[in-house]
């Protein structure tokens, strides 16, 4: 399944569901929770482990957010590598 996450607000609900395999993508104001100090870092450290999670490198751009201050173990992808993870996975799921 990939996950796309837009909001902040969405980001526990989004963990609390994701198994094994799948890709998150965290879009829009959702990458504010992917900052290395966070109150997420020892989840999404673990989640990444077994889910492909990354966020857009234009959003992080956007927010201000340098590479080097995400949480261990997410990756940046440019909107290439979007639209390859949509055509991979048969089922999406967007977090509004």
Not at 13 to 19: G, Y
Not at 24 to 40: E, H, M, N, Q, Y
Not at 56 to 76: A, K, P, Q
């Amino acid at each position: 399944m990939l996950h796309l996450i837009f909001q902040s607000s969405e980001v526990d609900a989004v963990l609390e569901r994701i198994e094994a395999g799948d890709a998150v993508v965290f879009l829009g104001s959702s990458i504010l929770r992917l900052v290395g100090r966070g109150g997420l870092a020892k989840v999404l450290t673990q989640s990444a482990k077994s889910c492909y999670l990354c966020a857009l490198s234009d959003d992080l751009s956007l927010f201000g957010i340098d590479r080097g201050d995400l949480i261990d173990g997410i990756r940046v992808i440019e909107y290439v590598e979007w639209v390859e993870l949509a055509a991979t996975h048969k089922q999406s799921l967007s977090w509004c």
